[in-house]
């Protein structure tokens, strides 16, 4: 999994696969210079995809919710060209070379985050960004970002036009008026990491300083840009240097050099993101201990902004239960209930939250009470419901309560009939001594399983090799039970 460049706030996702059948959906080139060519012989523009299959959960969200909706493709594909940049790597030396191009197109792309969608011209140019991904937004209100970006770029495109018939301050005014147009889609420094008009529209904004002669109102605005890019540079120059440390995995050296750093930081922005950062650096290393003492020291400041205090509140309870001190790690979440009174949607991602944390890790029925909790607070059929009951379901089979686990699993596969969830159900089958309905539905996992064995994404012939492996596994827990039984005749 890559590194990104470091945001305000990380999280670590357990990841859980929801759809593993290879993916529909446009027509991913995954060669950006192929295309570009493409775009050009067929007058398209470029919609690029910066992604993480199989790591990154948004980009999953994203892919589902949006890309694979046959209304997604339909309105889309007659604009654009559409390339999937898949930050997902293997070890020979073409895949290494592969992973440094991506790198490459990242950093000119100002990408510093997955998911991120850049709408770009023919030559790649990129008039708008759509970063991330919310569920709020859903299909219908991304595709309506896209047709406001591609309005912003005909009406850049028309003063455009119009500039190239002018000279001296009419012309600049009119590639100003271009400039403006395409911006607020743009996203700002703090987004891009650059200045995103210094960068994509250098030659552009400098004959505008050269038509204007470096005066007047026109000329202001970009000078005011450059010095407000230099400023931004000037103060989040620490971020570039702790790049230095990440490429030697030098935990250590870096938060000592976060620590010198923040006596000089006055910038209260730059200061929140690198107590966050500290933060990271710190679990990376599996300093638990120290890490659980720095949410601590930050959540008694004063003044934290809100976004922060919910981000240190969620790191306090990780690393609670990574030290195995289950009993604050509950009572962390309780408190926290407590004050979310009736927002449903900030008890929601508790609830979610602190299932994933005591997964797998907590006493089972304490797991098992946290998943029923979970699943009571959602909505039948939605994916927090789909995922309420998927880790129910895997707490019941760690508790061998099999009967309950198939119960409860059948009614995910009413839903959403994916192989995983298949597997999972036969397991429990097995448990039971039910193998005829096991292997069939052994048999139909494999068959859905199938067009992964094809897929471009490497992440999808992984998740098909450990669908392999799994089948294979419970194929052979009933062999071995009807050998056993054969032998003691």
């Known amino acids: 999994m890559p590194k990104w460049i470091i945001l305000a706030t990380f999280c670590l996702i357990h990841l859980i696969a929801d759809d593993v059948n290879a993916a529909t959906g446009p027509d991913w080139i995954r060669d950006f210079e192929k295309g570009k060519q493409i ?7 470029l919609f690029l995809l910066f992604t993480g299959h199989g790591w990154c959960y948004h980009c999953e969200l994203l892919d589902q919710a949006i890309f694979q909706k046959h209304e997604f493709v339909d309105a889309l594909s007659k604009q654009y060209v559409f390339v999937e940049l ?3 790597f293997g070890e020979t030396p073409e895949e290494k070379k592969r992973e440094i191009r991506f790198q490459q197109l990242q950093s000119h792309y100002l990408a510093p985050a997955a998911p991120t969608a850049v709408l770009a011209d023919g030559a790649g140019i990129p008039y708008a960004f759509i970063t991330g991904y919310n569920e709020k937004t859903g299909l219908q209100g991304y595709l309506k970002f896209v047709t406001a970006a591609q309005k912003a770029k005909t009406k850049c495109d028309a003063l455009l036009t119009a500039a190239a018939a002018e000279s ?9 008026h271009a400039l403006d147009s395409i911006a607020p889609q743009l996203g700002d420094i703090d987004e891009r990491g650059d200045e995103p008009l210094l960068h994509f529209y250098k030659e552009t904004v400098e004959e505008i300083l050269k038509l204007t002669d470096n005066t007047g109102s026109i000329a202001n605005k970009y000078i005011s840009l450059r010095s407000s890019r230099d400023a931004w540079i000037a103060e989040n120059d620490v971020f570039d240097k702790l790049k230095a440390f990440d490429s030697k995995k030098d935990y250590t050296g870096a938060i000592q050099f976060i620590a010198e750093s923040l006596k000089t930081t006055k910038n209260e922005q730059v200061r929140w993101r690198l107590e966050m950062t500290r933060q990271a650096y710190l679990e990376w290393g599996d300093q638990f201990e120290q890490a659980l003492e720095n949410c601590q020291r930050v959540l008694a400041l004063d003044n934290i902004p809100e976004d922060s205090l919910e981000a240190f509140l969620n790191r306090e309870a990780f690393n609670l239960f990574r030290l195995k001190r289950f009993d604050e790690g509950i009572a962390h979440f309780e408190r926290r209930l407590r004050e979310a009174g009736s927002d449903k949607e900030k008890r929601l991602k508790l609830l979610a939250w602190k299932v994933q944390l005591m997964l797998r890790h907590t006493p089972v029925e304490k797991s098992i009470e946290a998943c029923q909790r979970y699943r009571n607070a959602t909505k039948h059929g939605t994916d927090d419901w789909l995922q309420a009951t998927y880790l129910l379901a895997l707490e019941l089979r760690r508790a061998e309560r099999h009967l309950q686990a198939l119960t409860v699993i059948n009614e995910f596969l009413v839903e959403d009939r994916t192989s995983y969830q298949l597997l999972d159900a036969a397991e ?16 139909e996992a494999r068959s859905l399983s199938q067009p992964l064995k094809t897929s471009p994404r490497k992440s999808e012939l992984d998740e098909f090799q450990s669908l392999t492996e799994k089948m294979e596994t419970l194929t052979r827990s009933m062999s071995d039970r009807r050998a056993l039984m054969e032998r003691q005749k």
């Open 39 to 45: 775009a050009k012989a067929e007058g398209k523009d």
């Open 86 to 88: 898949d930050f997902n």
């Open 168 to 176: 001296g301050i009419s012309r600049a005014r009119l590639l100003s």
């Open 428 to 443: 429990s089958l097995i448990a039971l001594k039910r193998d005829q309905e096991a292997a069939e539905l052994i048999e």
